[in-house]
């Protein structure tokens, strides 16, 4: 995770966006990582953070066409 990034989410963490019980995160790597985003306003971002964004978008969305196509593909040699 870059600087950038880190600095954002302990921007958010200060604000109240992560819940912690002791000192212990209590949510998932995803759940985490899916709170900062649906937080993420682009006027917050820099240009370097929404490239970096629409990338890993963009890569999550070619792996999930892709799993789903190998699932379909396993599936037709079963039954084959």
Not at 10 to 27: F, I
Not at 48 to 70: E, H, V
Request: with cysteine; proline share 1%; hydrophobic share 50%.
């Amino acid at each position: 995770m870059g600087a950038r990034v880190k600095a954002a989410v302990a921007t958010d963490a200060s604000q109240g966006m992560m819940s912690h019980q002791q000192g212990v995160e209590t949510r998932s790597a995803v759940e985490r990582i899916a709170a900062f985003a649906a937080a993420a306003r682009p006027e917050r971002l820099t240009t370097d953070i929404r490239q970096l964004f629409k990338r890993n978008i963009l890569d999550s969305l070619g792996c999930a066409i892709r799993i789903a196509a190998l699932i379909e593909e396993a599936r037709l040699r079963s039954a084959a």
